[in-house]
């Protein structure tokens, strides 16, 4: 197969729009990518951000329980309640800024793949508007800059992330032989990090390593922590001494040097293992392409992989040159955050009217639909992530969500709902089946045509 510019802004990309003209090349998806437009005008919040939110909101919550019963608590009640209330619309402010770029971006190549490393490096908001402002900032300041760059650097940068090691209770790891280990009773390794680093976030399910390198790993990345009020710091006094081993390497020890130094150096051997290669390119195969992806395909993307160091900029162009991409045949159910974006595009909505969307228009029409279609925002169900098989998606509670949305959202969005004749062409070309032609041709007003539209099998896949 050779590159089709409909079908490569419709799998690799946020999908067609009236207000961009489809890519020429695979390179032009890819310059694209290399960076964000937005960036300078609709910033993200960042970890210092939220660590400074944070500490305030301990600050605020310790002064109400100080304050009960007296003069002081009203007071103090209202400013908690005023620093959660800020905290919520920053992260309803960035949940605006992702879908912004996806609507405003000619292409979208750059925002897919966000997407798909941070289900990746799956780790998410379990609580309130605290937590689910931090979960953003783990995308915002560990994936993004590394999204076309080093998976090495992108892997440091989620390691040292306070998300990342509070959600799986690295905070609460130390060495049992360690200054603090030896002073408390309920200190312990937590070796969750460890394993998910081994099984998702490198090597793969399957690949050679056994129970003994996750619990070496574990004891290696003892020191790695969060403080309130500063973030992720290295605590030295909660290192397990002496040298591991891990996948038969040594790391640390007497002589050698200490803190960060042996972790980064596991992290980058992990990083460039052939079986980090064929793990990344399998899921990006199956991400981007099918359930059952060519397995000509899947070998080409680890070639690069391995060839590279982990150029994700030169994996990402692996996928789009390889035959086994470009099959016509739209095999992969959207999922929600991409079926809603697409559909913004494809409503003809670009970044300017994605920011002029209110506060309850995008908890209405976005936060609260994703939800009920099975990908609610920032909360992944677990640290593999959302399930990448189609019948996850297409359940009837899952689907009827779809169809809902379709068939009442976009007039809440637009008052100047396109031609759905027009907008069939522009999201089908001519590979529209003709049931689905005609009925769009025969719905009775714009709105139940371009609903019949988005809620068709059509347009839900890739």
């Known amino acids: 197969m050779r590159f089709d510019p409909l079908t490569a802004v419709t799998r690799f990309g946020g999908g067609p729009s009236p207000l961009h003209a489809l890519p020429t090349t695979a390179s032009d998806m890819l310059d694209e990518a290399r960076e964000d437009p937005f960036a300078g005008a609709h910033p993200f919040t960042t970890t210092d951000d939220f660590v400074a939110s944070e500490a305030l909101l301990a600050e605020l919550r310790s002064a109400r329980r100080n304050s009960r019963g007296t003069a002081e608590r009203e007071a103090n009640d209202e400013a908690f309640a005023e620093a959660r209330r800020a905290a919520q619309a920053r992260a309803n402010d960035d949940l605006k800024r992702s879908f912004l770029r996806q609507a405003g971006l000619a292409y979208g190549l750059r925002e897919r793949l966000v997407a798909f490393w941070s289900d990746h490096f799956a780790a998410g908001g379990r609580g309130g508007a605290a937590d689910r402002l931090a979960a953003l900032t783990l995308t915002s300041d560990a994936i993004r800059p590394h999204v076309m760059g080093s998976f090495t650097e992108m892997l440091r940068a989620v390691v040292r992330h306070p998300v990342m090691l509070r959600y799986l209770d690295q905070v609460r790891s130390m060495g049992p032989n360690s200054r603090v280990g ?172 994605v920011s002029a969307l209110d506060p309850r228009r995008v908890h209405q029409l976005i936060r609260r639909p994703l939800e009920g279609m099975g990908q609610p925002w920032t909360e992944p169900p677990d640290p593999a992530g959302f399930e990448e098989a189609d019948p996850s998606w297409i359940t009837p509670q899952a689907v009827a969500a779809r169809i809902n949305w379709a068939m009442r959202s976009p007039a809440r969005l637009t008052d100047a709902l396109p031609d759905p004749r027009e907008m069939l062409r522009l999201v089908a070309g001519d590979r529209a089946p003709g049931e689905l032609t005609f009925a769009v041709g025969a719905a009775e007003d714009r709105k139940v045509g371009v609903g019949l539209v988005l809620a068709s099998p059509t347009f839900q896949r890739v």
């Open 182 to 353: 030896r002073r408390r009773d309920n200190a312990g390794l937590n070796e969750n990090l460890a394993r998910e680093l081994l099984e998702l976030h490198t090597l793969g399910v399957g690949a050679p390593y056994d129970q003994r390198d996750v619990r070496e790993l574990a004891e290696l990345l003892t020191g790695l922590t969060v403080e309130r009020g500063e973030g992720f710091i290295f605590r030295e006094d909660f290192v397990e001494p002496g040298a591991e081993e891990v996948l038969g390497q040594t790391y640390g020890g007497r002589g050698k040097p200490g803190g960060l130094v042996p972790i980064d150096a596991v992290l980058d051997d992990l990083a460039r293992h052939p079986a980090t290669a064929d793990h990344i390119a399998r899921k990006l195969a199956v991400h981007f392409v099918s359930d059952t992806p060519d397995p000509a395909l899947v070998a080409h993307v680890a070639a690069r992989f391995r060839e590279t160091g982990g150029d994700l900029a030169e994996v990402a162009a692996a996928l789009l040159e390889h035959p086994g991409a470009w099959d016509l045949t739209r095999r992969n159910v959207k999922w929600p955050a991409l079926y809603i974006a697409s559909s913004l595009r494809a409503l003809g909505l670009g970044a300017a009217e």
